[in-house]
């Protein structure tokens, strides 16, 4: 009997001290602070760049071994852009519809060419502005010109070339260049020029400074207006993710959160300044080991892999405002299920960057002078592929006249419609009135 008692007693001792402990458990979980899982709703980086804070860094890029040139006095504070939501400007869109109504359907066309000087001079290098641009933009009215080293020299012969080529053309032209800083820069690195260089994005994104990358916007935007440029092929965009990428030093860096950052802070800071800012290489060059100027360039991402990382600086730039656009030659066969160069491509074009991106502005091809588009595709052949894709401009195309040909004999046969057409050079139009660029009497 003893020893049954003894057990009774030692079961109910555990019993209560089982019980003991789930209380004291239960109560011990109620006082600790509750943890939610973390949720992202837009991109914050206000935290990642405030002062005394170290900045994500990428991990991918070399260090950079230059010096970094002298920049202009950083504001003080930069506030990160708002989405806009209105649309265009009503003033300017206005503007652009009513001389859109005063177009021929070739004017129209014409609108659709961003074009080297050579590819309608004939002449080797341009560096004047003389009768024989005044008759090619009478013959080829385009767009936008596009100048390279060879047809900058001097300070006031640029000076001279820009405002003699903008006052030949009836309606007011894009006039850009590549300008991004470091290893790509036509005027910054002219010392005869009288520009002011700046160093490479890569080394722009490791030190995570916003204002700098400002400044940076700031001093790219001057080399520009102070000779007659209104445009300028930067930022770039892309997001570096493999160490071979040709991209390399002109992007911002491998994290896509600080791209998009430092992205949409250029991106302001060229609009602020008076410069038509050109997001680029859509849907994303980062990954691509294979220069698309010398052969095709394939990359084996998902769309969900795009939209993870490459998408997001694209996003940042066009939410801060970015008017333009440029879609590279890659292709993306996961995406579009063939070998299709993504500016030819709907699903890339119009799909994804107009329909699921939201971009509103204008859309323009990459080069077509690029072995991409020159070793599958006639100029004929390419122009008319791009706008069934979605793009509003094609820049260079190797055969000037077959390309606008190709696509004057697709509106004429109904292949592309007049509404089609319509639709792109307003957005042009638009870009122009919105920079001022027709503010002239004659509109």
């Keep these: 009997m003893k020893n049954r008692g003894s057990t009774i007693v030692s079961i109910l001792l555990i019993v209560f ?37 170290s900045a994500v860094e990428p991990i991918r890029e070399d260090p950079y071994e230059g010096e970094l040139p002298v920049t202009p006095e950083i504001p003080e504070e930069i506030e990160q852009p708002e989405p806009s939501e209105s649309g265009p400007d009503e003033e300017a869109l206005a503007k652009a519809r009513a001389v859109l109504e005063t177009m021929s359907d070739e004017e129209k066309i014409w609108q659709m060419f961003f074009v080297t000087p050579e590819s309608m001079t004939g002449v080797e290098a341009a560096t004047l502005a003389g009768p024989a641009t005044e008759a090619a933009l009478k013959k080829y009215p385009v767009g936008g010109m596009i100048y390279f080293a060879r047809n900058l020299e001097t300070r006031q012969q640029v000076i001279d070339l820009l405002s003699g080529t903008q006052s030949y053309s009836k309606i007011p032209l894009f006039l850009g260049t590549d300008e991004e800083g470091g290893t790509v820069s036509r005027v910054g690195s002219n010392k005869n020029l009288g520009g002011t260089a700046v160093t490479d994005m890569a080394m722009l994104g490791k030190a995570g400074d916003p204002a700098a990358v400002y400044s940076a916007g700031t001093t790219l935007a001057k080399n520009l207006t102070d000779l007659g440029f209104n445009l300028d092929f930067a930022p770039v965009a892309d997001v570096l993710s493999s160490k071979d990428s040709v991209i390399a030093t002109r992007s911002f860096g491998s994290d896509p959160q600080l791209c998009a950052t430092m992205v949409g802070i250029m991106t302001g800071s060229l609009r602020d300044n008076g410069v038509i800012p050109c997001l680029k290489h859509f849907p994303g060059y980062g990954s691509a080991i294979v220069d698309d100027h010398y052969g095709t360039s394939v990359i084996e991402k998902t769309q969900d892999e795009l939209e993870a990382a490459d998408f997001v600086p694209f996003t940042s730039g066009i939410a801060a405002g970015a008017p333009f656009v440029m879609v590279s030659h890659l292709s993306v066969p996961e995406v579009t299920g063939d070998d299709t160069p993504a500016d030819l491509s709907e699903k890339i074009v119009s799909e994804l960057l107009r329909n699921k991106l939201g971009f509103s502005g204008v859309i323009i091809t990459d080069s077509h002078e690029m072995a991409s588009i020159t070793d599958h595709y006639s100029s004929a052949g390419a122009a008319v592929a791009a706008v069934q894709a979605g793009c509003d401009m094609i820049l260079m195309p190797a055969d000037l006249q077959g390309a606008y040909n190709a696509l004057h004999a697709a509106v004429q046969n109904g292949t592309i419609t007049r509404e ?23 509109f």
């Design 17 to 53: 001290s089982i019980a003991f402990l789930c209380t004291a458990a239960l109560l011990l979980i109620k006082t600790l602070p509750e943890k939610k899982p973390d949720s992202v709703t837009k991109l914050e980086t206000e935290n990642v760049f405030a002062p005394g804070v």
């Design 420 to 442: 089609r057409i319509d639709e792109s050079v307003l957005r042009i139009l638009t870009v122009k009135a919105s920079f001022g660029l027709l503010d002239g009497p004659e």
